[in-house]
């Protein structure tokens, strides 16, 4: 070959790279942006799938289902399907904390959306902040996630004070003036314990007992006896799940009569299922809208996808799960053509007012917690809920 073909040779090579550069610069941009392809936006979770609290996970996790289902059914986000990957961490925060770093290192997630239980998000949210990931609706009422605020964080519901304040002082209201509490013996107990604490001195109601529940519900027997002997008017349960059945099981076996108050975080469902006429007058709080309401258009909506895929008995976890998906994919349809995790933030932060289906959502640069909406209801018949 001459010196001249030679250099002819190199030129064609070197301009055939720098094309084969060109023309694989979009694919790996695309492949740049966590969670993002020309195809699907992937979300992470982790959530109970065994475990104490694992039958009101799974609701939750139907509902959130139904929306995304019916958002991809429709050609998703842009084209985009809405993929979540979901791992169990049986309300381990430790495994917890494993799940969230295996979805951002590995799963490469967009986002990390409605962790379950307090210590689970807890033992996560500090390392979704440190890498910037949007933590989206955690399915917790943790004070400690709106007092603080934090970029990545977006609460859309009532928290536990809220919820606890307001069957307080719906019990001084009806002239109820002596009250004990049980708590899970963890972070969302004690924090929730906080809160009634306060509630007790502004209205005026003396807290005659306090007593903790094990997560795996043990020395349940020591928390009754300790509850009974005060004889209190009403019990208020800061507890989810099993747990908090478990109490309301054992006191009344042991022969014991109160009125009890539970948290939303509890299944009308699971209440009916394993007390069966004896959660009649159980009170339970509300922060969404009755997934059996026939006025509430996200209701309405949330009915007609459930009767389409055959689900016929309702939960407020459901509707939960269904208003969170409904609340993330919003944000995503403002995130703009070019998804990144910093246009999602930037995205739910624009939801200044919104209604999602008559529920409001009010968030901005400086404002990541919304909602104040809650409910008392009361468990009748067939684990229905009245007023």
Not at 287 to 299: D, E, F, G, L
Not at 303 to 314: C, N, P, R, S, V
Request: charged share 20%; proline share 4%.
């Amino acid at each position: 070959m001459t010196t001249s073909l030679r250099k002819m040779h190199r030129a064609i090579v070197g301009a055939s790279v720098g094309i084969s550069i060109l023309l694989g610069a979009p694919a790996a941009l695309a492949q740049a942006t966590p969670g993002v392809s020309d195809t699907e936006i992937v979300i992470g979770q982790s959530c109970q799938m065994t475990g104490p609290l694992a039958a009101l996970s799974s609701e939750v996790r139907q509902g959130a289902s139904l929306y995304f289902d019916h958002v991809n059914a429709t050609g998703g986000i842009r084209g985009r399907m809405i993929r979540v990957v979901a791992l169990d961490d049986a309300y381990d925060p430790k495994k917890a904390a494993e799940n969230t770093v295996k979805l951002i290192e590995e799963e490469k997630v967009l986002a990390l959306f409605q962790y379950a239980g307090t210590p689970p998000t807890m033992a996560s949210v500090p390392i979704a902040e440190e890498k910037g990931v949007p933590f989206i609706a955690p399915f917790t009422g943790a004070d400690a996630l709106r007092q603080k605020f934090s970029r990545q964080v977006f609460n859309i519901k009532a928290g536990y004070s809220t919820e606890l304040d307001a069957m307080v002082k719906q019990l001084a209201t009806v002239g109820i003036t002596r009250i004990a509490a049980v708590y899970l013996n963890n972070a969302f107990g004690t924090g929730g314990l906080a809160s009634v604490e306060k509630s007790v001195k502004a209205h005026k109601v003396s807290l005659v007992a306090q007593a903790p529940l094990e997560v795996d519900g043990s020395r349940m027997d020591a928390a009754v006896e300790a509850v009974a002997k005060t004889t209190p008017q009403a019990i208020i349960v800061i507890s989810a799940g099993k747990p908090s059945i478990d109490f309301v099981d054992a006191y009344l076996k042991a022969g014991h009569r109160s009125t009890f108050y539970m948290l939303s975080v509890i299944s009308n469902l699971q209440l009916a299922k394993a007390l069966g006429e004896r959660a009649r007058g159980i009170v339970v709080s509300q922060v969404v809208p009755s997934p059996w309401s026939k006025t509430v258009p996200v209701a309405r909506e949330f009915q007609t996808l459930a009767a389409a895929k055959g689900i016929k008995e309702f939960t407020f976890s459901q509707m939960e799960g269904f208003l969170s998906a409904k609340f993330l994919v919003e944000g995503l349809k403002r995130s703009g053509k070019k998804l990144s995790r910093e246009s999602l933030i930037t995205g739910l932060e624009s939801m200044k007012n919104v209604n999602l289906g008559g529920y409001p959502v009010e968030l901005s640069t400086t404002q990541h917690s919304s909602g104040r909406y809650v409910d008392l209801l009361i468990v009748g018949p067939e684990g229905a809920f009245t007023r």
